[in-house]
Each structure stands twice: as C-alpha cells, then as structure tokens.
Nanobody, 122 residues
C-alpha cells in the first residue's frame, strides 16, 4: 500500500558529505512527521532528525550543526544532508514516515524504509 525508497548511502572519507533521500509512494492521503534513524552494529537505534508537516525540525545532539533534514511536500520525499561526517556516523540509516492512507482504507501508521548503509572511513 505504501512503499518507501531510500537512496544516497555509500562510502565517504571523514569530513566529507552525503545526501540521503527517502521517497514515499502508494495510497497516501497525507504524510505527517518524517524521520531519520540510524543503527550501528551493537548499538541501539538512534533518532537522528525529525521534520513535521509544518516544517519544524529537531536533531540529535550528536549531529546538530552538521546534518540538515528537509522535505519536498509535492514529491513526498525527505532528505538528510550530512556534512562534516565522522567515523562515528557510520551506521545503517532508516527512514520512518507517519502516513495516512486514502479511501477506502483511512488508516494511519508508520512505515519504515529498508535502510541505506553509510560508511565513513579513510
């Protein structure tokens, strides 16, 4: 019913930049909050950044000042611009979307992407 497609991950050297994208498609009525999470091996999942339907943003302290979350409302897409990357940013990054569905479903739930690997190494 709803598909989440993530892209932009890869290998980058310390200090470099990457831009992740997450596009939602399907029987979508509205998309509310969109978020980026990350999880490194042996660590708990961490909320990285959030953007609401009105454009309000929040960031984890570990990425504040380096990462920027934004969205294209017409394309149902959220982006994560990552600058000044550090080795500790290495993780699988996941997109999470709060979505309401069109008629006749009229349900609301969260959808997760499959994740995209970000590796920061020289």
């Amino acid at each position: 019913q709803v598909q989440i497609v993530e892209s932009g991950g890869g290998l980058v050297q310390p200090g470099g930049s990457l831009r992740l994208s997450c596009a939602a498609s399907g029987s979508i009525n509205s998309i509310y909050t969109m978020e980026w999470y990350r999880q490194a091996p042996g660590k708990q999942r961490e909320l990285v950044a959030t953007i609401t339907s009105t454009g309000t943003t929040n960031y984890a302290d570990s990425v504040k000042g380096r990462f920027t979350i934004s969205r294209d409302y017409a394309k149902n897409t959220v982006y994560l611009q990552m600058n000044s990357l550090k080795p500790e940013d290495t993780a699988i990054y996941y997109c999470r979307t709060d979505v309401s569905l069109t008629y006749p479903l009229y349900t609301r739930r969260n959808y997760w992407g499959q994740g995209t690997q970000v590796t920061v190494s020289s």
